[in-house]
């Protein structure tokens, strides 16, 4: 499918995701929800006459996008690479985008590569939840897996971010 043809409706998914992330956050938050969408709208559309095979691909562009801006945020505002004193995982990607816990996000992507390692599927899953802010139903759909799998697939990948991350924490 055209590029032209799916930014309008990934912008739309993505504001609303990013919006219902945002709205329990601080007005002085540096990284807002229509910022965060915008940057990410304007990656996508570089080149509009690009053709995704389908929106599988497309969503999963976008997540990487969403996913670089959120770094790249966390890069700029001094974040250090571990998570330091963590006291639980967070797994809203807002919340772990605030200039407190940019330490957070870079230890929680780190650990999402290290689970495409081992579970290439899961950090799909991963992905499309937490980074395109999918539902299980929108997530089963774009990546044609079952709903039930997804869900497996999301209870594992929590349970194994949540162990890698308390061992860095534990283990310095």
């Known amino acids: 499918m055209p590029a032209r043809e799916l930014l309008p409706l990934i912008y739309a998914q993505l504001h609303e995701a990013a919006r219902r ?29 690009a053709q995704w095979p389908g929106p599988r691909e497309f969503y999963a562009a976008a997540a990487q996008a969403m996913r670089r801006i959120l770094i790249e945020h966390a890069r700029k505002r001094g974040a250090v690479k571990r998570g330091g004193d963590w006291s639980r995982a967070a797994l809203d990607v807002i919340d772990l985008a605030s200039d407190e816990d940019c330490g957070r996000l870079m230890a ?11 579970d290439a599927r899961a950090a799909s899953v991963v992905r499309m939840r937490f980074y395109a802010g999918l539902s299980v139903d929108s997530t089963a759909a774009v990546l044609g897996l079952s709903r039930r799998t997804v869900l497996r697939d999301w209870d594992y990948a929590r349970a194994w971010l949540l162990r890698r991350l308390t061992a860095e924490i534990e283990g310095g």
């Open 21 to 49: 992330l945002m709205a329990g956050e601080r007005v002085s938050h540096t990284l807002q929800p229509t910022a965060l969408v915008n940057e990410a709208y304007a990656r996508l559309s570089k080149d509009l006459a």
């Open 108 to 118: 929680l992507d780190d650990a999402i590569l290290r689970l495409e390692e081992a």
